[in-house]
Protein backbone atom coordinates (compact mmCIF):
# COMPACT_ATOMS: atom_id res chain seq x y z
CA UNK A 1 0.00 0.00 0.00
CA UNK A 2 0.76 3.42 -0.69
CA UNK A 3 0.37 6.24 1.19
CA UNK A 4 -0.01 10.10 0.53
CA UNK A 5 3.51 10.62 1.28
CA UNK A 6 4.65 8.68 -0.89
CA UNK A 7 6.71 10.44 -3.82
CA UNK A 8 5.45 10.32 -7.48
CA UNK A 9 8.00 8.70 -9.22
CA UNK A 10 8.22 5.72 -7.04
CA UNK A 11 4.01 5.39 -7.61
CA UNK A 12 3.26 2.05 -9.66
CA UNK A 13 1.75 2.98 -13.03
CA UNK A 14 -1.93 2.25 -13.33
CA UNK A 15 -2.75 0.23 -16.31
CA UNK A 16 -6.50 0.86 -18.10
CA UNK A 17 -8.93 -1.69 -18.26
CA UNK A 18 -9.82 -4.30 -20.64
CA UNK A 19 -12.94 -3.54 -23.37
CA UNK A 20 -14.76 -6.19 -21.68
CA UNK A 21 -14.69 -3.91 -18.31
CA UNK A 22 -15.68 -0.89 -20.09
CA UNK A 23 -12.36 1.09 -20.27
CA UNK A 24 -10.08 2.22 -23.25
CA UNK A 25 -7.22 -0.41 -24.25
CA UNK A 26 -4.00 -0.89 -23.09
CA UNK A 27 -1.47 0.72 -25.45
CA UNK A 28 1.20 -2.05 -25.75
CA UNK A 29 4.58 -0.53 -25.05
CA UNK A 30 7.14 -0.66 -27.79
CA UNK A 31 10.48 -1.81 -26.84
CA UNK A 32 13.54 0.00 -29.37
CA UNK A 33 15.78 -3.02 -30.25
CA UNK A 34 19.13 -2.10 -29.84
CA UNK A 35 21.00 -1.97 -32.93
CA UNK A 36 24.70 -4.15 -32.82
CA UNK A 37 27.35 -1.97 -34.66
CA UNK A 38 29.62 -3.81 -37.29
CA UNK A 39 32.88 -2.94 -38.06
CA UNK A 40 33.50 -0.95 -41.59
CA UNK A 41 33.54 -3.41 -44.60
CA UNK A 42 37.06 -2.96 -45.67
CA UNK A 43 38.14 -4.34 -49.04
CA UNK A 44 40.05 -7.37 -48.83
CA UNK A 45 42.23 -7.92 -51.73
CA UNK A 46 42.76 -10.92 -53.26
CA UNK A 47 45.05 -13.19 -54.08
CA UNK A 48 44.83 -12.67 -58.13
CA UNK A 49 44.43 -8.85 -57.36
CA UNK A 50 47.15 -6.19 -56.99
CA UNK A 51 46.74 -3.97 -54.07
CA UNK A 52 45.56 -0.81 -55.62
CA UNK A 53 43.90 1.57 -53.49
CA UNK A 54 40.68 3.14 -54.65
CA UNK A 55 41.10 6.28 -56.41
CA UNK A 56 39.91 9.66 -54.99
CA UNK A 57 37.51 11.55 -57.19
CA UNK A 58 39.95 14.01 -58.66
CA UNK A 59 42.07 11.45 -59.99
CA UNK A 60 39.05 9.32 -61.89
CA UNK A 61 38.51 9.63 -65.40
CA UNK A 62 36.37 12.21 -67.12
CA UNK A 63 32.84 9.62 -67.26
CA UNK A 64 33.52 8.94 -64.04
CA UNK A 65 33.22 12.74 -62.60
CA UNK A 66 30.10 13.35 -65.06
CA UNK A 67 28.58 10.55 -63.51
CA UNK A 68 29.20 11.93 -59.88
CA UNK A 69 28.58 15.27 -60.95
CA UNK A 70 24.84 14.27 -62.23
CA UNK A 71 24.45 12.09 -59.04
CA UNK A 72 25.31 15.38 -56.73
CA UNK A 73 22.72 17.33 -59.14
CA UNK A 74 20.03 15.15 -58.58
CA UNK A 75 20.38 15.48 -54.72
CA UNK A 76 21.00 19.13 -54.66
CA UNK A 77 17.98 19.64 -57.16
CA UNK A 78 15.65 19.75 -54.04
CA UNK A 79 17.59 21.76 -51.13
CA UNK A 80 17.18 25.41 -50.38
CA UNK A 81 19.29 27.89 -52.21
CA UNK A 82 21.81 28.78 -49.39
CA UNK A 83 22.64 25.46 -49.43
CA UNK A 84 22.67 24.36 -52.63
CA UNK A 85 24.68 27.17 -53.32
CA UNK A 86 27.36 26.13 -51.11
CA UNK A 87 27.13 22.98 -52.43
CA UNK A 88 27.76 24.23 -55.86
CA UNK A 89 30.52 26.51 -54.97
CA UNK A 90 31.70 22.90 -53.11
CA UNK A 91 31.58 21.26 -56.62
CA UNK A 92 33.50 23.96 -58.54
CA UNK A 93 36.29 23.79 -56.71
CA UNK A 94 39.25 22.91 -58.52
CA UNK A 95 41.14 20.11 -56.77
CA UNK A 96 44.90 19.63 -56.37
CA UNK A 97 46.41 17.31 -58.79
CA UNK A 98 49.85 15.70 -57.72
CA UNK A 99 52.16 15.78 -60.10
CA UNK A 100 52.49 12.24 -61.34
CA UNK A 101 49.05 11.03 -62.01
CA UNK A 102 48.23 6.99 -61.43
CA UNK A 103 49.14 5.28 -65.28
CA UNK A 104 45.70 4.17 -66.84
CA UNK A 105 43.74 6.86 -65.87
CA UNK A 106 42.82 9.34 -68.76
CA UNK A 107 44.15 12.83 -67.42
CA UNK A 108 42.13 15.08 -65.93
CA UNK A 109 43.04 19.13 -66.35
CA UNK A 110 43.73 20.18 -62.90
CA UNK A 111 43.65 23.94 -63.53
CA UNK A 112 40.04 24.23 -65.30
CA UNK A 113 36.63 22.56 -63.95
CA UNK A 114 34.78 20.40 -66.40
CA UNK A 115 32.61 22.90 -69.08
CA UNK A 116 34.58 26.06 -67.58
CA UNK A 117 36.84 28.17 -69.34
CA UNK A 118 40.47 27.90 -67.98
CA UNK A 119 41.31 31.60 -66.95
CA UNK A 120 44.78 33.36 -68.80
CA UNK A 121 47.03 33.74 -66.35
CA UNK A 122 48.56 37.52 -66.59
CA UNK A 123 52.35 37.37 -65.33
CA UNK A 124 54.10 40.67 -64.20
CA UNK A 125 56.75 41.48 -66.65
CA UNK A 126 60.19 40.66 -65.18
CA UNK A 127 62.23 43.27 -66.66
CA UNK A 128 59.30 46.46 -66.65
CA UNK A 129 60.36 50.29 -67.93
CA UNK A 130 60.61 52.38 -65.27
CA UNK A 131 58.22 54.97 -65.42
CA UNK A 132 60.45 57.88 -64.04
CA UNK A 133 63.94 58.70 -65.60
CA UNK A 134 67.01 60.69 -63.95
CA UNK A 135 67.55 63.69 -66.21
CA UNK A 136 71.05 64.41 -66.52
CA UNK A 137 70.74 68.06 -66.30
CA UNK A 138 70.69 69.57 -62.69
CA UNK A 139 69.53 72.94 -62.25
CA UNK A 140 71.15 74.88 -59.10
CA UNK A 141 69.55 78.18 -58.06
CA UNK A 142 71.51 80.19 -55.78
CA UNK A 143 69.58 83.22 -54.88
CA UNK A 144 68.90 85.27 -58.41
CA UNK A 145 71.72 82.90 -60.30
CA UNK A 146 70.74 79.49 -61.51
CA UNK A 147 73.32 77.57 -62.75
CA UNK A 148 72.64 74.31 -65.11
CA UNK A 149 75.62 71.07 -64.85
CA UNK A 150 75.23 68.32 -67.26
CA UNK A 151 76.14 65.28 -65.72
CA UNK A 152 77.59 62.19 -68.00
CA UNK A 153 75.20 59.05 -67.87
CA UNK A 154 76.69 56.10 -67.45
CA UNK A 155 75.79 52.11 -68.24
CA UNK A 156 76.95 50.41 -65.38
CA UNK A 157 77.83 47.01 -66.47
CA UNK A 158 77.68 44.22 -63.13
CA UNK A 159 78.56 41.08 -61.84
CA UNK A 160 76.35 38.34 -61.76
CA UNK A 161 77.84 36.51 -59.10
CA UNK A 162 79.05 39.58 -56.58
CA UNK A 163 76.73 42.27 -58.26
CA UNK A 164 79.78 44.57 -57.97
CA UNK A 165 80.16 47.55 -61.01
CA UNK A 166 82.84 46.07 -62.86
CA UNK A 167 83.49 49.35 -65.40
CA UNK A 168 81.11 52.05 -66.76
CA UNK A 169 80.90 53.18 -70.07
CA UNK A 170 79.81 56.92 -70.97
CA UNK A 171 76.54 56.88 -73.47
CA UNK A 172 76.51 59.27 -76.33
CA UNK A 173 73.22 59.94 -77.38
CA UNK A 174 70.74 62.21 -74.45
CA UNK A 175 67.17 61.81 -73.89
CA UNK A 176 64.71 64.73 -75.41
CA UNK A 177 64.79 66.33 -71.96
CA UNK A 178 68.34 66.84 -71.58
CA UNK A 179 67.82 68.26 -75.35
CA UNK A 180 65.44 71.15 -74.14
CA UNK A 181 67.49 71.67 -70.95
CA UNK A 182 70.59 71.96 -73.08
CA UNK A 183 68.78 74.39 -75.23
CA UNK A 184 67.72 76.58 -72.46
CA UNK A 185 71.42 76.53 -70.82
CA UNK A 186 73.26 77.51 -74.30
CA UNK A 187 70.47 80.31 -74.27
CA UNK A 188 70.80 82.13 -71.12
CA UNK A 189 73.99 82.53 -69.20
CA UNK A 190 72.13 81.64 -65.97
CA UNK A 191 73.68 84.78 -64.05
CA UNK A 192 69.81 86.41 -63.24
CA UNK A 193 68.57 88.59 -65.35
CA UNK A 194 70.87 88.85 -68.35
CA UNK A 195 70.37 86.62 -71.31
CA UNK A 196 73.78 85.80 -73.32
CA UNK A 197 70.89 86.74 -76.78
CA UNK A 198 74.53 87.30 -78.76
CA UNK A 199 75.82 83.50 -78.77
CA UNK A 200 73.79 81.92 -81.19
CA UNK A 201 72.09 78.35 -80.48
CA UNK A 202 73.23 75.76 -82.01
CA UNK A 203 71.13 74.74 -85.52
CA UNK A 204 71.43 70.89 -84.97
CA UNK A 205 69.91 70.97 -81.76
CA UNK A 206 67.17 73.85 -82.79
CA UNK A 207 66.13 71.39 -85.45
CA UNK A 208 66.12 68.54 -82.97
CA UNK A 209 63.68 70.17 -80.94
CA UNK A 210 61.20 71.69 -83.64
CA UNK A 211 61.36 67.94 -84.48
CA UNK A 212 60.45 66.63 -81.22
CA UNK A 213 57.84 69.53 -80.64
CA UNK A 214 56.18 68.57 -83.87
CA UNK A 215 55.61 64.85 -82.69
CA UNK A 216 53.69 66.56 -79.62
CA UNK A 217 51.92 68.94 -81.53
CA UNK A 218 49.76 66.00 -84.17
CA UNK A 219 49.07 64.00 -81.54
CA UNK A 220 46.87 66.71 -79.43
CA UNK A 221 43.57 67.48 -80.90
CA UNK A 222 43.59 70.60 -82.88
CA UNK A 223 40.44 72.14 -80.62
CA UNK A 224 41.74 71.81 -77.23
CA UNK A 225 40.00 71.46 -73.76
CA UNK A 226 42.05 72.63 -70.56
CA UNK A 227 40.38 73.29 -67.08
CA UNK A 228 41.59 76.26 -64.47
CA UNK A 229 43.71 77.59 -62.50
CA UNK A 230 45.15 78.59 -66.48
CA UNK A 231 46.84 81.86 -67.11
CA UNK A 232 46.85 82.86 -71.26
CA UNK A 233 49.16 85.12 -73.04
CA UNK A 234 49.15 87.18 -76.11
CA UNK A 235 51.12 88.26 -78.64
CA UNK A 236 54.98 88.75 -77.85
CA UNK A 237 56.19 89.24 -81.29
CA UNK A 238 60.04 88.48 -80.61
CA UNK A 239 60.02 90.60 -76.71
CA UNK A 240 62.11 88.10 -75.05
CA UNK A 241 62.29 90.32 -72.55
CA UNK A 242 58.56 90.27 -71.61
CA UNK A 243 58.62 86.47 -71.52
CA UNK A 244 60.70 86.56 -68.80
CA UNK A 245 58.87 88.74 -66.78
CA UNK A 246 55.95 86.85 -67.14
CA UNK A 247 57.38 83.41 -66.57
CA UNK A 248 58.58 84.82 -63.32
CA UNK A 249 55.82 86.12 -62.20
CA UNK A 250 53.74 83.16 -62.97
CA UNK A 251 56.75 80.24 -62.03
CA UNK A 252 57.05 79.09 -65.40
CA UNK A 253 60.31 80.02 -65.24
CA UNK A 254 61.41 78.25 -62.19
CA UNK A 255 59.50 74.66 -62.45
CA UNK A 256 55.75 75.15 -64.17
CA UNK A 257 55.52 71.33 -62.25
CA UNK A 258 55.29 73.05 -58.93
CA UNK A 259 52.43 75.53 -60.20
CA UNK A 260 48.85 74.67 -60.37
CA UNK A 261 47.77 76.62 -63.56
CA UNK A 262 48.06 75.36 -67.39
CA UNK A 263 49.68 78.08 -69.83
CA UNK A 264 47.62 79.11 -72.92
CA UNK A 265 49.76 80.72 -75.50
CA UNK A 266 48.02 82.30 -77.93
CA UNK A 267 50.37 83.29 -80.99
CA UNK A 268 52.54 85.63 -82.64
CA UNK A 269 55.80 84.68 -81.20
CA UNK A 270 57.77 86.19 -84.01
CA UNK A 271 58.15 88.92 -86.36
CA UNK A 272 58.79 92.53 -85.39
CA UNK A 273 60.91 91.54 -81.96
CA UNK A 274 65.13 91.17 -82.34
CA UNK A 275 64.45 87.82 -80.65
CA UNK A 276 61.73 85.46 -82.68
CA UNK A 277 64.31 82.55 -82.16
CA UNK A 278 64.74 82.91 -78.59
CA UNK A 279 60.75 83.36 -78.00
CA UNK A 280 59.78 80.23 -80.05
CA UNK A 281 62.61 77.81 -78.53
CA UNK A 282 61.77 78.79 -75.19
CA UNK A 283 58.05 78.16 -75.01
CA UNK A 284 58.68 74.72 -77.31
CA UNK A 285 61.69 73.83 -74.66
CA UNK A 286 58.70 74.70 -71.87
CA UNK A 287 56.54 72.58 -74.29
CA UNK A 288 59.00 69.47 -74.40
CA UNK A 289 59.83 69.60 -70.82
CA UNK A 290 56.10 69.88 -69.51
CA UNK A 291 54.01 68.59 -72.58
CA UNK A 292 50.59 68.77 -70.27
CA UNK A 293 51.38 72.02 -69.09
CA UNK A 294 52.16 74.07 -72.00
CA UNK A 295 50.09 75.03 -74.79
CA UNK A 296 51.28 77.26 -77.43
CA UNK A 297 48.48 78.39 -80.08
CA UNK A 298 48.82 79.32 -83.81
CA UNK A 299 49.01 83.41 -84.66
CA UNK A 300 48.82 84.70 -87.88
CA UNK A 301 52.49 85.27 -87.89
CA UNK A 302 53.16 81.71 -87.69
CA UNK A 303 52.67 81.51 -91.30
CA UNK A 304 55.45 81.75 -94.40
CA UNK A 305 53.59 84.64 -95.94
CA UNK A 306 53.48 86.96 -92.97
CA UNK A 307 56.67 85.89 -91.34
CA UNK A 308 59.02 86.44 -94.24
CA UNK A 309 57.76 90.45 -95.31
CA UNK A 310 59.33 92.99 -92.65
CA UNK A 311 63.14 93.57 -91.80
CA UNK A 312 62.41 92.27 -88.20
CA UNK A 313 60.39 88.93 -89.87
CA UNK A 314 61.61 85.71 -88.50
CA UNK A 315 63.18 84.93 -92.02
CA UNK A 316 65.44 88.00 -91.74
CA UNK A 317 66.71 87.09 -88.61
CA UNK A 318 67.07 83.44 -88.95
CA UNK A 319 69.25 84.54 -91.94
CA UNK A 320 71.37 87.26 -90.14
CA UNK A 321 71.99 84.83 -87.17
CA UNK A 322 73.23 81.15 -89.32
CA UNK A 323 73.62 82.80 -93.03
CA UNK A 324 72.04 82.60 -96.42
CA UNK A 325 72.22 79.08 -96.54
CA UNK A 326 71.68 77.55 -92.81
CA UNK A 327 68.73 80.63 -92.42
CA UNK A 328 66.36 79.61 -94.58
CA UNK A 329 66.28 76.28 -93.72
CA UNK A 330 65.93 76.71 -90.26
CA UNK A 331 63.29 79.32 -91.06
CA UNK A 332 61.37 76.79 -93.09
CA UNK A 333 61.98 74.26 -89.92
CA UNK A 334 59.77 76.81 -87.72
CA UNK A 335 56.99 77.10 -90.26
CA UNK A 336 56.83 73.36 -90.55
CA UNK A 337 55.98 73.40 -86.50
CA UNK A 338 53.76 75.82 -87.06
CA UNK A 339 51.61 73.82 -89.06
CA UNK A 340 50.72 71.92 -86.43
CA UNK A 341 50.06 74.25 -83.87
CA UNK A 342 46.29 74.01 -82.42
CA UNK A 343 43.86 76.67 -83.06
CA UNK A 344 41.40 76.78 -80.44
CA UNK A 345 40.93 75.86 -77.08
CA UNK A 346 37.83 76.16 -74.25
CA UNK A 347 38.37 76.26 -70.78
CA UNK A 348 36.00 75.27 -68.68
CA UNK A 349 33.38 75.36 -70.59
CA UNK A 350 33.25 78.90 -69.64
CA UNK A 351 36.08 80.92 -71.87
CA UNK A 352 37.01 80.10 -75.68
CA UNK A 353 40.72 81.17 -76.60
CA UNK A 354 41.72 81.82 -80.51
CA UNK A 355 44.22 83.99 -81.77
CA UNK A 356 41.95 86.31 -84.29
CA UNK A 357 37.81 86.38 -84.36
CA UNK A 358 34.61 84.36 -85.20
CA UNK A 359 34.43 82.49 -88.30
CA UNK A 360 31.60 83.64 -90.37
CA UNK A 361 30.69 80.29 -90.91
CA UNK A 362 27.95 80.49 -87.86
CA UNK A 363 26.02 81.94 -90.75
CA UNK A 364 25.18 79.07 -92.24
CA UNK A 365 26.18 76.18 -89.47
CA UNK A 366 25.02 76.16 -85.80
CA UNK A 367 28.36 76.72 -83.66
CA UNK A 368 28.81 73.00 -82.36
CA UNK A 369 29.19 71.86 -85.75
CA UNK A 370 31.38 74.68 -86.56
CA UNK A 371 33.56 73.22 -83.70
CA UNK A 372 33.11 70.14 -85.18
CA UNK A 373 34.17 71.69 -88.44
CA UNK A 374 37.21 73.28 -86.82
CA UNK A 375 38.14 69.89 -85.24
CA UNK A 376 38.52 68.05 -89.09
CA UNK A 377 41.21 70.33 -90.60
CA UNK A 378 43.97 68.40 -91.19
CA UNK A 379 47.72 69.09 -89.77
CA UNK A 380 49.95 70.15 -91.01
CA UNK A 381 48.01 72.83 -92.47
CA UNK A 382 49.83 75.23 -94.71
CA UNK A 383 47.91 78.39 -95.77
CA UNK A 384 47.77 80.11 -99.05
CA UNK A 385 50.13 82.84 -99.70
CA UNK A 386 48.98 86.28 -101.11
CA UNK A 387 51.70 86.04 -103.84
CA UNK A 388 50.41 82.71 -105.18
CA UNK A 389 48.19 82.50 -108.44
CA UNK A 390 45.04 81.05 -108.81
CA UNK A 391 46.09 77.97 -109.37
CA UNK A 392 48.67 77.38 -106.99
CA UNK A 393 46.16 78.15 -104.57
CA UNK A 394 43.89 75.75 -106.03
CA UNK A 395 46.81 72.96 -106.02
CA UNK A 396 47.39 73.65 -102.33
CA UNK A 397 44.05 73.45 -101.43
CA UNK A 398 43.58 69.73 -103.19
CA UNK A 399 46.92 68.55 -101.94
CA UNK A 400 45.26 69.43 -98.50
CA UNK A 401 42.13 67.54 -99.25
CA UNK A 402 40.82 71.26 -98.08
CA UNK A 403 37.17 73.42 -99.17
CA UNK A 404 37.11 77.05 -99.40
CA UNK A 405 34.53 76.95 -96.54
CA UNK A 406 37.15 75.02 -94.94
CA UNK A 407 40.09 77.52 -95.53
CA UNK A 408 37.96 80.60 -94.47
CA UNK A 409 37.49 78.88 -90.90
CA UNK A 410 41.03 79.11 -90.39
CA UNK A 411 41.92 82.40 -91.87
CA UNK A 412 39.15 83.97 -89.90
CA UNK A 413 39.72 82.37 -86.42
CA UNK A 414 43.43 83.40 -87.55
CA UNK A 415 42.84 87.04 -88.60
CA UNK A 416 39.25 88.02 -87.63
CA UNK A 417 39.28 91.49 -84.93
CA UNK A 418 35.89 92.76 -83.39
CA UNK A 419 33.83 95.92 -84.75
CA UNK A 420 35.13 99.20 -82.92
CA UNK A 421 32.50 101.87 -82.27
CA UNK A 422 34.59 103.91 -84.67
CA UNK A 423 35.31 101.78 -86.88
CA UNK A 424 34.16 102.61 -90.49
CA UNK A 425 32.22 99.91 -92.72
CA UNK A 426 34.93 98.44 -95.64
CA UNK A 427 32.72 97.73 -98.50
CA UNK A 428 35.45 96.48 -101.01
CA UNK A 429 38.39 94.72 -100.50
CA UNK A 430 41.23 95.16 -103.35
CA UNK A 431 43.75 92.20 -102.36
CA UNK A 432 41.40 89.52 -101.89
CA UNK A 433 42.77 86.29 -101.63
CA UNK A 434 43.03 84.62 -105.29
CA UNK A 435 41.68 81.04 -105.94
CA UNK A 436 38.66 81.81 -103.09
CA UNK A 437 35.02 83.15 -104.84
CA UNK A 438 33.95 86.22 -103.61
CA UNK A 439 30.51 85.55 -101.30
CA UNK A 440 28.40 88.44 -99.40
CA UNK A 441 29.25 88.86 -96.43
CA UNK A 442 26.61 87.88 -93.45
CA UNK A 443 24.80 89.11 -90.85
CA UNK A 444 27.24 90.73 -88.00
CA UNK A 445 29.92 90.63 -89.84
CA UNK A 446 31.73 92.95 -91.82
CA UNK A 447 35.11 93.30 -94.26
CA UNK A 448 38.05 94.38 -92.45
CA UNK A 449 40.48 97.29 -92.25
CA UNK A 450 43.44 94.61 -92.94
CA UNK A 451 42.34 93.79 -96.48
CA UNK A 452 42.07 90.50 -98.19
CA UNK A 453 39.10 88.24 -97.55
CA UNK A 454 39.52 89.19 -93.83
CA UNK A 455 36.24 90.35 -91.57
CA UNK A 456 35.41 91.47 -88.03
CA UNK A 457 32.53 90.29 -86.25
CA UNK A 458 30.08 92.48 -84.08
CA UNK A 459 28.21 91.78 -80.90
CA UNK A 460 25.12 90.09 -83.21
CA UNK A 461 27.66 87.30 -84.22
CA UNK A 462 29.37 86.90 -80.34
CA UNK A 463 25.98 86.23 -78.53
CA UNK A 464 24.67 83.68 -80.66
CA UNK A 465 28.04 81.99 -80.90
CA UNK A 466 28.55 81.92 -76.94
CA UNK A 467 25.17 80.52 -76.20
CA UNK A 468 25.19 77.83 -78.35
CA UNK A 469 28.11 76.60 -77.15
CA UNK A 470 26.71 77.43 -73.81
CA UNK A 471 30.10 80.15 -72.74
CA UNK A 472 30.71 83.23 -71.05
CA UNK A 473 33.39 84.81 -72.97
CA UNK A 474 35.93 84.92 -75.88
CA UNK A 475 39.50 85.50 -74.93
CA UNK A 476 41.92 86.40 -77.65
CA UNK A 477 44.86 88.28 -78.71
CA UNK A 478 46.05 89.78 -82.41
CA UNK A 479 45.50 93.41 -81.81
CA UNK A 480 47.86 95.79 -79.18
CA UNK A 481 45.95 97.32 -76.42
CA UNK A 482 47.25 101.03 -74.75
CA UNK A 483 46.43 98.87 -71.12
CA UNK A 484 47.69 95.37 -72.21
CA UNK A 485 43.87 94.22 -72.20
CA UNK A 486 40.60 95.29 -73.74
CA UNK A 487 36.92 94.43 -73.38
CA UNK A 488 34.41 94.83 -75.87
CA UNK A 489 30.99 93.42 -77.02
CA UNK A 490 29.13 94.10 -73.53
CA UNK A 491 32.30 92.36 -71.99
CA UNK A 492 32.13 89.54 -73.33
CA UNK A 493 35.35 89.67 -75.89
CA UNK A 494 38.90 90.41 -73.71
CA UNK A 495 41.69 91.03 -76.34
CA UNK A 496 45.12 90.70 -74.09
CA UNK A 497 48.57 91.47 -75.67
CA UNK A 498 51.44 90.40 -73.73
CA UNK A 499 54.26 92.76 -75.51
CA UNK A 500 54.91 96.27 -74.07
CA UNK A 501 56.28 99.11 -75.79
CA UNK A 502 55.14 98.14 -79.02
CA UNK A 503 53.17 101.06 -79.92
CA UNK A 504 53.22 104.27 -78.25
CA UNK A 505 54.77 103.20 -74.71
CA UNK A 506 51.43 100.53 -74.36
CA UNK A 507 51.65 98.17 -71.34
CA UNK A 508 51.68 94.45 -71.49
CA UNK A 509 49.41 92.22 -69.96
CA UNK A 510 47.78 88.52 -69.37
CA UNK A 511 44.94 86.77 -68.14
CA UNK A 512 44.21 84.40 -64.88
CA UNK A 513 41.18 81.94 -64.86
CA UNK A 514 41.10 80.68 -61.41
CA UNK A 515 38.03 80.42 -58.95
CA UNK A 516 35.20 81.18 -61.43
CA UNK A 517 37.19 84.96 -62.51
CA UNK A 518 39.22 86.37 -64.71
CA UNK A 519 42.14 88.47 -63.59
CA UNK A 520 44.37 90.61 -65.71
CA UNK A 521 47.87 91.08 -64.67
CA UNK A 522 49.51 94.21 -66.19
CA UNK A 523 53.09 94.85 -66.78
CA UNK A 524 55.49 97.76 -67.12
CA UNK A 525 59.10 97.11 -67.64
CA UNK A 526 60.12 99.86 -65.64
CA UNK A 527 58.07 98.95 -62.60
CA UNK A 528 56.39 95.64 -60.80
CA UNK A 529 53.24 93.74 -61.97
CA UNK A 530 49.98 95.39 -61.28
CA UNK A 531 46.66 93.60 -60.73
CA UNK A 532 43.50 94.99 -62.10
CA UNK A 533 40.71 94.75 -60.46
CA UNK A 534 38.36 96.92 -62.52
Known amino acids: PMSEDTPLRQQPRRRCKSPEQGSAPETPTRSTPQRSRSPPRRYKPQSGDSEKPVQPLFLRGADEQLKQGELLRRKTRNLSPPRRSFLNRLKDETPITPDSPTSGDPPTPACTPIGKKAPELVLPPQHAEPKLKLSSTVLQVCGDKTTAKKITKFSFARSAASNKVLHAVPEEDCSVNDLAAELLASLHTWGGDTWNTAEKLPIEKVQQLLMHVREILLAEPIVQHHESPATVFGDFHGDFDALVAFAK?????????????????????????????????????????????????????????????????????????????????????????????????????????????????????SPKRVIGELAKLPRPLQLPQCAMEEEGVKQLLRSQHLTTDQLRLALDVLWGDPQHEDEEEVTTADDDVPGLPKEPIPDGFQRSSRGGDFVSFSKLAVEPFLDGLQLDFVIRAHEWQPEGVGVEHSARVITVFSSPNYVDGNQAAMVQLCNGKITPILYKPDATAEVDDS
Open 249 to 365: LTGLWYHPALVMSVFVFLGDYVDRGPHSVEVTVFIFCMKLLFPKKIFPHRGNHEDRDTNSMSENSLLAVCMQTYGEELGPTLWEDFNSTFDCLPLMSVIDRSAVCMHGGLPRLIAKL
